[in-house]
């Protein structure tokens, strides 16, 4: 047995194979010389590779039209063109004729050099068929190779596993069936990168910042990972094994006892009313959330309409995943974030240059309105969904007061675009602003006057505040939620919201973490917004204590001059107000 540790970044226990996902070049690939007699030969591998990529194709295509969606299959209809390109095929064969080198190799040097002709092209159209030559190139290659499953795509699993990788693009997590990831161990990552959060939706056991466990573990290898103590034990003994499905019972039956507070209120003992919501990130998890008792959507994180390999959501796209999480909430209100991409977030379609600080760089509400056709198309996508059900508008990464001002002046825009159209929406939408940049937390009685609502991003105020790339797990620990300048700038925004007599909202990681919900009901924060499956226990420790005893706790925190000293604080409210163990903190 061999035991990894990492950050804890989703609870749960799974036991299972693990599939090693590598989304390396082909940096192994053979190359080696043919003779002429040999050419035949190796032009029909090629043509059985050809075949049996087709095959492979068609099936992820017709998968894909059943359970992702129109775009996601049109992607793969583009890939079956390609390989059936007459053309295409036909330079393959001069070339190899030319060089008479193995065919894998003339494969790979020609497809390299048209996807770098592609990438070059200031067209976003040409550079998307870049994307889909590396693509079709690497399935043929792997065919070629006999390499018995392709690894490029995730959406090849079939089979119950344990997905370690050394980290996953947000486009790598949207293919692949999350029903058959039954557990996640990442190289890279913390409890706020965007696959720990996707792993919190999905209710996927997740342990991040392994530093080295895709070179160590194999394909098939039998793993536990415990999403909850951040370890994975490969070929765990006898006595791991059966301390871990014990331990694995327990957290089901908690989550049992916690489903009956589904119907209650997030109530305080005092009568103090605070409202629990769902972050998504996919429209289908709208019924999740309703399961887990939320009140609304605080966080419908929209990227994902962009980083679909390919391009931007269509306007008709977007309409339709916002107007079924619209139908799906009914009355329940549902705020939808515009996008926010770059960072560690990329759309082929957007990003044009490689950044040297790409989360200090272009991305958010900088790009939305440095395109502002592009933003538009998503602002009437949101305004036509309005009429069917209660939407709110969000803008992330707002720096300052003009940005929140140009947002607001091109969704005006869009709104009489839609008059223009004669396409009917809801009346006194509320636009609100992320407050996740300290410069926004500083000015929030400025951006209160312009702002419906405010939402805290901690995760990216923490990042921000402290310096702290927050995928990165050779600093993580540096990156504490309870870092008394991060209370201050939750402290100081909730206030000026407050003063404007407008609502604040937090939707960061931080909402849902346990150990800091007395002292933000403490500091009177209005709306919690977390992943579904952390609602109950967050509305359970709500449901035990008073608020007094929270602001008590929070003022005592606000004089803390140590992250050690808030977590003191914390911990002795805790042992005073909460019954020992129970809130796994
Ligand atoms: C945040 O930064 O806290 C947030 C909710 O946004 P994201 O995690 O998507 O950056
Ligand atoms: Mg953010």
């Given amino acids: 047995m061999k035991t990894f540790t990492g950050i804890p970044a989703s609870a749960g226990i799974a036991f299972g194979k693990a599939f090693v996902y590598r989304d390396e070049e082909n940096s192994e690939l053979p190359r080696y010389s043919i003779t002429a007699a040999e050419e035949a030969a190796e032009w029909a591998r090629l043509q059985k590779a050809v075949a049996e990529a087709s095959e492979q194709v068609k099936a992820l295509h017709d998968r894909a039209g059943r359970e992702i969606g129109s775009e996601q299959a049109a992607i793969f209809q583009a890939h079956l063109m390609m390989l059936e390109d007459v053309d295409f095929l036909d330079q393959i064969r001069d070339r190899l004729k030319k060089s008479l080198l193995n065919i894998e190799w003339v494969v790979w040097e020609m497809c390299r050099e048209i996807a770098q002709k592609l990438m070059a092209s200031p067209d976003p159209i040409f550079r998307e068929r870049a994307v889909d030559i590396a693509d079709v190139s690497r399935r043929v290659i792997n065919s070629l190779l006999s390499v018995t499953r392709s690894r490029f795509s995730l959406a090849d699993i079939d089979e119950d596993v344990i997905l370690v990788a050394h980290d996953l693009m947000p486009s790598d997590t949207l293919v692949m069936d999350k029903a058959r990831i039954k557990g996640l161990a990442m190289d890279m990552g913390s409890r706020t990168s965007h696959t720990a959060i996707l792993a919190r939706a999905f209710n996927i056991p997740a342990v991040l910042g392994l530093s080295v466990i895709s070179r160590e573990i194999k394909d098939g290898d039998f793993l536990v990972l415990n999403g909850s103590s951040g370890t994975v034990a490969l070929d765990p003994d006898k006595r791991t094994l059966a301390r871990q499905e014990d331990e694995e019972r327990q957290y089901r039956d908690q989550a049992d006892r916690l489903g009956v507070l589904r119907e209650l209120p997030a109530e305080t003992t005092d009568g103090w009313r605070v409202a629990l919501k769902a972050n998504i990130e996919f429209p289908e998890e709208a019924e999740r959330a309703l399961h887990y008792g939320a009140e609304g959507i605080g966080l419908y994180r929209s990227e994902f309409l962009y980083i679909t390999p390919g391009k931007a959501a269509e306007e008709e796209t977007q309409y339709n995943a916002y107007s079924r999480v619209l139908k799906a909430m009914g009355k329940l209100p549902v705020t939808i974030r515009t996008v926010d991409v770059g960072g560690d977030k990329v759309s082929p379609e957007l990003l044009t240059v490689n950044e040297k600080n790409p989360l200090l760089g272009w991305r958010a509400i900088r790009m939305s309105l440095a395109n502002p056709e592009l933003f538009k198309v998503q602002l009437r996508a949101i305004l036509r969904a309005s009429v069917e059900g209660n939407v709110r508008i969000m803008f992330p990464m707002i720096s300052g007061i003009e940005e929140l001002e140009q947002a607001l002046v091109l969704l005006d825009e869009a709104r009489s675009e839609c ?90 990681e931080l909402a849902g973490n346990p150990s800091a919900t007395a002292i933000l009901i403490g500091l009177g924060l209005d709306e919690f917004s977390m992943a579904a499956s952390s609602i109950p226990l967050v509305k359970q420790i709500i449901r035990g204590t008073s608020h007094a005893a929270c602001k008590a706790l929070a003022d005592e925190a606000m004089r803390a001059r140590s992250i050690a000293e808030v977590r003191a604080a914390v911990k002795t409210w805790m042992a005073a107000n909460a019954p020992a163990g129970e809130y796994g903190i």
């Fill in 419 to 508: 008059k223009k159209k004669k396409q009917p929406f809801a009346q006194n939408i509320k636009a609100g602003a992320m407050i996740e940049i300290p410069s926004a937390a500083m000015t929030a009685d400025i951006l209160a006057e312009k702002s419906d609502f405010f939402s805290l991003g901690t995760n990216d105020l923490i990042q921000y505040s402290l310096a702290v790339d927050r995928g990165n797990e050779k600093v993580n620990y540096l990156g504490d939620s309870h870092h008394p300048a991060v209370l201050r700038f939750i402290k100081r925004t909730i206030d000026a919201a407050h003063e404007k007599g407008i609502k604040a909202a937090m939707c960061g």
